[in-house]
């Protein structure tokens, strides 16, 4: 019954999304996908070429969010985890802006990579500290680190040529505007694999619903769990930031989505909150792209305007926050 | 072949030898020694701060000694993994806690977590166990409701059957009636007894209520300053100076007027 939802949303945001932008495109128009001969070249290419791949990676960042969300928050036994609270993201930006600042002459593929390269010395940098601390000590590191790294970014934008920071601020905010199908199979490359390891980490992370002393008697606090999924999720927040830039709350809020429905259980939770956060993506881009036409909004900036009040809302009328 | 087996099979399920375990500098247990029979309840009594939850939480490997060491079926429990001791030995803390919205079937098979396969999901035997566990402390009618719609009672029972449903010989239970009204008290006593008598369960727990320790215990274990200072079945243990002495409280020992157990009256300081 529950999972009827999913696929009762899940079609309407597709076609929503195939259809919204800066050209709105009727149903018959998309229809005609399947005649391709008589179809305007210019309507194919928009959407084989630009709406397509981009809904693809919306719903791919979407999915792998959730699931980091998820596995962050029952690891670290703490319901208000959210990825971007560990400072990746903020890693991630900093070294593209430093690369773009000391190096003007920066092919602009490179970034993504910089931004790769940003995020996964922070993970290592976390993965070290968790063999030291406690989860819930981490997630504080985490906040300390974001603020710094954030500082030290806006610091060098401070600094930084004008013409150069407009992009990266676009970027920074969370946009899907330059996704292309390079993007869906770097992203479905790295999510063949990743995602069944969290899926994975998600059925070993049931008893950590359990106070620390009886997790312990049942023999599931194993700490090389806990890294891996610790790195896991930095490796799923560090790929949706080198495509897509800093997009927060939807690893907060998709794992709150699924819990409405479904048994706390992170191995029941794992399926429906990666459903959850693609479909939270896929509806703040479309909203984003439609609202406003042809003004885009950045995904990451609609995701903060409707997932706070969104996350506010759900603290209020549920129990969230107890355990 | 039967001898044999007599002599290998431990009739200590657990044993502690000199034990000393310090907390923030304090020694909380002073070179205490300590034999578990195999099939008895054995219930540690003694005044608050007196070691007796830290004594459980060291013979449950929580706690490690500073000296001296726990063996469990004659073997260090350190050389044990997590996994290997979970099946030996369930715990159930004093303070256990799980989303509200959890069921008790989802809590009670959470139990099976020591055994189940590392790649796979619940399989059929973890399943009828629990199904058996649910029918054992008649919870079936309730079994897939959230812990947060239970009654006290109903709750503590859900989580007595997480620590069932590991199949452990050795039950360990830290204040296990102490948020309970008395008939809960009670119901919950029986089922650890019946537990005892008819799975022939090892139980080792703290109580704070000295009758039902009476009532319900093979053996009491009274603890001060970190020692052992009586140790035995109720009749030869229970005596007022012996209650002076641990708790500082004047008592009426009596034998319980239709019950073979004794009973205590407090009467002053």
């Known amino acids: ?323 | 072949m039967n001898t044999r087996f007599q002599e290998h099979s431990p009739l200590n399920a657990l044993s502690a030898q000199n034990l000393t375990v310090s907390y923030k500098g304090t020694t909380v247990l002073d070179q205490l020694s300590l034999t578990l029979n195999a099939g008895e309840i054995c219930v540690l009594l003694g005044a608050n701060g007196c070691g007796k939850s830290t004594l459980l939480k060291t013979l449950a490997g929580v706690l490690t000694p500073k000296s001296g060491s726990v063996l469990l079926q004659n073997q260090a429990l350190d050389q044990y993994s997590a996994r290997q001791r979970a099946r030996q030995l369930a715990f159930l803390p004093q303070n256990p806690a799980a989303p509200d919205s959890l069921t008790v079937r989802e809590l009670i098979l959470l139990g099976r977590y020591p055994f189940r396969h590392p790649l796979l999901p619940a399989g059929k035997q973890d399943k009828a166990i629990v199904e058996e566990v649910l029918a054992q402390l008649e919870l079936g009618s309730m079994a897939d409701k959230p812990l947060g719609t239970l009654s006290g009672g109903q709750r503590q029972r859900a989580w007595l059957g997480m620590t069932l449903a590991q199949q452990s010989e050795i039950l360990m239970l830290d204040e296990p009636t102490s948020f309970l009204d008395l008939a809960h008290q009670y119901d919950l006593m029986q089922l650890i007894r019946q537990q005892n008598r008819q799975q022939g369960k090892t139980v080792i727990m703290v109580l704070h209520d000295l009758n039902q320790a009476f009532e319900f215990a093979d053996r009491l274990i009274f603890l001060r300053d970190g020692q052992i200072i009586a140790d035995g079945s109720p009749q030869q243990t229970a005596s007022s100076p012996l209650i002076h002495t641990v708790f500082g409280l004047q008592t009426l020992v009596m034998q319980h007027p239709e019950q073979n157990h004794p009973v205590c009256l407090p009467l002053s300081r």
């Open chain 1, 1 to 323: 019954m529950r999972w009827l939802i999913y696929l009762a949303l899940l079609p309407l945001a597709l076609l929503g999304c195939l259809q919204s932008g800066s050209v709105t495109l009727s149903a018959e128009q998309l229809l005609l996908l399947f005649q391709p001969s008589e179809m305007a070249t210019t309507t194919s290419q928009l959407i084989l070429q630009l709406r397509l791949p981009r809904m693809l990676c919306a719903m791919l960042i979407g999915a792998a969010l959730g699931l980091a969300g998820l596995l962050l928050q029952s690891r670290s036994g703490n319901p208000m985890a959210d990825p971007g609270m560990l400072g990746i993201n903020q890693g991630a930006a900093l070294t593209v802006v430093l690369l773009l600042i000391s190096l003007p002459g920066l092919d602009p593929v490179l970034i993504p990579l910089a931004g790769l390269a940003g995020a996964l010395s922070i993970t290592g940098l976390l993965w070290w500290l968790s063999q030291r601390c406690q989860p819930v000590a981490l997630l504080l590191i985490g906040i300390a680190l974001s603020s710094l790294l954030a500082a030290l970014t806006g610091l060098l934008l401070l600094v930084g040529e004008q013409q150069r920071i407009t992009t990266v601020l676009t970027w920074l905010s969370g946009s899907l505007a330059a996704a292309d199908w390079n993007d869906v199979w770097l992203l479905s490359g790295y999510l063949l694999f990743l995602l069944p390891a969290g899926i994975w980490l998600c059925f070993r992370a049931d008893p950590c619903l359990l106070d620390p002393l009886s997790r312990r008697m049942l023999g599931a606090e194993q700490t090389w769990l806990n890294s891996l999924s610790l790195l896991l999720v930095a490796t799923l927040s560090a790929l949706a930031v080198t495509v897509a830039g800093a997009i927060g709350f939807i690893g907060l809020l998709a794992p709150h989505l699924a819990r409405l429905l479904h048994s706390p259980l992170p191995s029941r939770l794992a399926l429906p909150s990666m459903l959850s956060g693609a479909l939270l993506c896929l509806l703040a881009d479309t909203l984003g792209r439609a609202l406003f036409a042809p003004l885009q909004l950045p995904v990451g900036l609609v995701l903060a305007i409707i997932g706070a009040p969104m996350f506010l809302l759900l603290l209020i009328t549920r129990k969230t926050l107890k355990r």
